[in-house]
Structure formats: C-alpha cells, structure tokens
C-alpha cells in the first residue's frame, strides 16, 4: 500500500514539473517574442512611421512647413505619443509663391516645443 501511494506522489510530482517546465519554457518563448518584436519597432518600424509623419505634413501644407522632431515614442499601453525637440518650420520662399498663385491663409507660423 505504502509503495502504491509513493508511485503515484511520484507520478503527479512529475506532472507538476512538467507543467512547471512547460510554463518556464512558454515565458520564455513569449518574452523572447516580444524583444524581437521591440527591436524591430524601435529600429524599423519608428523611423518608417517618423517619415511617413513628416511627409505628410509637408504634402498637407502643400510645402509650406516642414516638421522635424528627434525622439518618437509610441505607448500602446496609455495609446499616447511623445515628441522630443518638436519644431514646425515655414519655408517662406514656398509661403510667398503660393501666396501670390493662389488664396492662401495670410498667416505663416514657426512653432517649435
């Protein structure tokens, strides 16, 4: 009786390692993923997304401004953004063409945070 109850305190000793294991090695698998994932994202994908920005500002405002700015943050969590050394330049020259071609705003600004 004594060896049957051992056998089996064996037995579910061994399933909980292996559970044990199986969950270590699942961390591990997914932590693993998600680095690879931050590394592509800090050094892929947020420079793509930087130009992507600042064309788009410069298309938009038919060449007047141009954005430039250092650091991008994304925060999924928050679902935020953060800019470091955010500046909003006019190029006068363009601003002045347009300006006689077209009706355009009387104002042209420099904005820079």
């Known amino acids: 009786m004594t060896e049957e109850k051992t056998d089996i305190e064996k037995k579910q ?4 390692r292996f559970k ?9 698998v997914i932590s693993l ?3 690879v994932l ?4 800090i050094n892929y994908a947020l420079p793509l997304l930087k130009d992507t920005i600042c ?14 700015f250092d650091k991008f943050e ?5 679902k935020s953004f953060e800019m ?6 006019a190029d006068t020259a363009v601003y002045l063409k347009k300006i006689n071609e ?5 104002g042209v600004y420099n904005i820079s945070v």
């Open 13 to 16: 000793k061994t399933k909980k």
């Open 84 to 89: 470091e050394n955010f500046s909003l330049v």
């Open 33 to 35: 993923i998600l680095g």
């Open 55 to 68: 064309k788009a500002v410069n298309k938009s405002s038919g060449g007047i401004y141009t954005m430039n």
């Open 74 to 78: 994304i925060n999924f969590l928050t």
């Open 38 to 41: 931050q590394y592509v994202g």
């Open 102 to 106: 077209e009706n355009y705003n009387k």
């Open 20 to 28: 044990v294991k199986r969950l270590l090695r699942a961390l591990i």
